[in-house]
Structure formats: C-alpha cells, structure tokens
C-alpha cells in the first residue's frame, strides 16, 4: 500500500497569498474596529493570532463591514427576525428628532472640512456647479465595494443631490452599512427634470380633505 504524505502547513506561505495580498489591503486600510473584532472571532476557530488577522484581512478586503453583519445576522437569528427586517427596525429606534437631515442653512454655517460632502448626482450636474470640498460619486454607483472603501467611518458623510430624495434613500442603505451619514434637506433646490417646479401638493393647489 503506498502512503500519501501530509503536506506540511507552512504559515509564511499562507499569511503571503490570499485576497488580502491580491487587492494589497493592509490592517492600515480597513476600520480598525471591524479589524479587532474579526481576530477575535476567527481566534474561535484558530489558536493564533497572526492567522486570525489574516482571515479578518481576507474577510475585510472584500467586505469592509463583514464582522458588523456577521454580529447582526447573529442577534438577528436568535430574536428570530430576519436581517434586514432587525437592521431596519435599529435604523428607526436611532433617528433623532433631525430625521437625519442638515438644512442649507445649517449646513453653511458649520465648517465643511469637518464634513464629508458626497454630492450623488450625475457628474454634469456636478461639474455645473456643487458645494466646494465635495466630491462626486453618482448614486447608482455608490454601492460598489471600490466606491465603498472610499468613504470614511471615522467622519460624518452629507450627502446631496438635486432635491433630496435620491439622499434620503441613500442615507438609509448606507446607514444600514454602518456609516454615519446624513443628507442636505432639499439637496440643490434643482430639479433634475427640466420644466419639472420643485414643488408638493399643496403647491399645485390640489384638493385635501380633513377628519
């Protein structure tokens, strides 16, 4: 009977190859605390901590919040609530009385370097004319995984765009992600529809009825 050797395991060759390697992400360019928190559970299956890093580097490198939902599916499961449905019902419990919006005029008054100004409409629009220190990353892209390693975790984000309903819905996917976002109430005041007013209901002078 011939024996097959085991091969020996050589950790240098695995901690130098993977996805982390690949993409030349390093524990410098994911957030820190998703970092820790992904040793920690991959030392649940692994007794040393260079390999858990590397796992939680893998892990990270393709998906920047990987530990954060992993944490929430979990408690998800054990209330027995679907993900989503829980990470929506904590987004609710965390709104203020702000709704998570920043008026013009609030917005003007603060020092906008302390901001990340993200403005998400078309870059035409964008180039016509937007808030100084933004930058363009139009919506339908933001989701991307290279468009995500681009905003920060440790700086709020405002996001804006034409009269801030395409923000709004943004705010809340990016949100459920984990950042801290919030969206320019009525964006630029501009329609992105040409001889579209920026007006409600009320405006046209439509009929409402009273209980």
């Known amino acids: 009977m011939r024996l097959i050797k085991k091969a020996k395991f050589d950790i240098n060759d695995f901690l130098n190859q993977g996805c982390a390697v690949e993409k030349g992400i390093t524990e410098k360019d994911v957030d820190p605390k998703e970092l820790k928190i992904g040793i920690e559970v991959e030392l649940e299956h692994v007794n040393d901590r260079s390999i858990a890093k590397k796992i939680a580097l893998d892990h990270l490198a393709e998906f920047s919040n990987y530990y954060t939902a992993l944490k929430a599916m979990e408690k998800s499961l054990e209330n027995g609530l679907d993900p989503i449905h829980n990470a929506l019902l904590k987004f609710i419990e965390e709104t203020d009385d702000t709704w998570n919006y920043i008026t013009p005029e609030e917005l003007e008054k603060k020092d906008l370097k302390k901001f990340y100004l993200l403005d998400i409409r078309e ?75 920026v007006a409600g209901w009320l405006n046209f002078g439509f009929a409402t009825v009273s209980q």
């Open 123 to 197: 870059s035409d629009a964008f180039k016509s004319g937007h808030i100084k220190g933004s930058r363009n990353i139009f919506w339908m892209d933001l989701l991307k995984e290279e468009n995500l390693k681009k905003l920060p975790k440790d700086k709020k984000i405002i996001l804006i765009c034409y009269v801030g309903h395409t923000a709004s819905q943004m705010l809340v996917a990016l949100r459920l992600l984990g950042y801290d976002v919030s969206a320019l109430k009525f964006g630029m005041g501009i329609s992105p529809m040409k001889g579209v007013p």
